[in-house]
Nanobody
Framework: QVQVAESGGGTVQAGASLRLSCAAS??????MGWFRQTPGKEREFVAA????????SYADSVKGRFTISRGTTKNTGYLQMDNLDPGDAAVYYC????????????????????WGQGTQVTVST
């Protein structure tokens, strides 16, 4: 069973930065994605990265402010979030999926088999 764990959430003021981390277990290597969810809303796509590190994809709402990257350790990754806005407040989830190709990225929650428990990000004004 693959386990996925996120860390790095917290409470920051608007304009600040946070870096979320994700680590997945298991012998395979994975494509990785970040999603976020607020109460009463659907889980929404934030960013995705291929197993090989490129390509990447971002939601329009975070483009230019968030950066997804792979770690140097197998199946680790990061979401660097800069210039945070109160609209970014949510529970952030990391998800991983054994990819069809090393260049494949996945943009939908239904594309991912393995999920972390989520980490809360709160942004105050």
């Amino acid at each position: 069973q693959v386990q996925v764990a996120e860390s790095g959430g917290g409470t920051v003021q608007a304009g600040a930065s946070l870096r979320l981390s994700c680590a997945a277990s298991g012998p395979s290597t994975y494509a990785m994605g970040w999603f976020r969810q607020t109460p009463g809303k659907e889980r929404e796509f934030v960013a995705a990265i291929a197993e090989r590190g490129d390509p990447t994809s971002y939601a329009d709402s975070v483009k230019g402010r968030f950066t997804i990257s792979r770690g140097t350790t197998k199946n680790t990754g990061y979401l660097q979030m800069d210039n945070l806005d109160p609209g970014d407040a949510a529970v952030y989830y990391c998800a991983v999926q054994p990819p069809r190709y090393t260049s494949t990225i996945y943009l939908r929650p239904s594309d991912y088999k393995y999920w972390g428990q989520g980490t809360q990000v709160t942004v105050s004004t």
